[in-house]
C-alpha cells in the first residue's frame, strides 16, 4: 500500500454501490466497473475477492451504507 497512516482491511457492499450510483446518477456501473474504480481511487483487492485494503483516503471515498465492516490491519 502507497501512502502513511494506518491500513484498514475493508468488506464492500459492491451492489450498494450500484444502487447509490444508479440514486444518485440515474445509471448502474457493472460489479467489474465499480471494482475497477475501487483499484482507482487506491484500494487492493485480497486473495478472497471479498476483502479489500486501503488506507484512510479510500475509505473517504465511501459512503457508510456501502462498507459492511472495516478492521485496522497490522503493519510489519
Same mark, same amino acid.
Given at each position: 500500500?502507497? #501512502? =502513511?497512516g494506518r =491500513?484498514? &482491511?475493508v468488506v464492500i457492499d459492491v451492489a450498494r454501490i450500484q444502487q447509490n450510483l444508479l440514486e444518485m446518477e440515474g445509471g448502474r456501473l457493472t460489479e467489474l466497473a465499480v471494482?475497477?474504480?475501487l &483499484? !482507482?481511487?487506491g484500494f487492493t483487492p485480497e !486473495?478472497? #475477492?471479498r476483502t479489500w485494503l486501503s488506507g484512510s483516503?479510500?475509505?473517504g471515498r465511501l459512503d457508510k451504507s456501502?462498507?459492511?465492516?472495516v478492521e485496522a490491519v497490522a503493519t510489519a
Open positions: 500500500m502507497a #501512502g =502513511t =491500513t484498514y &482491511r471494482r475497477n474504480w &483499484r !482507482a481511487v !486473495a478472497d #475477492g483516503e479510500g475509505l456501502e462498507i459492511v465492516s
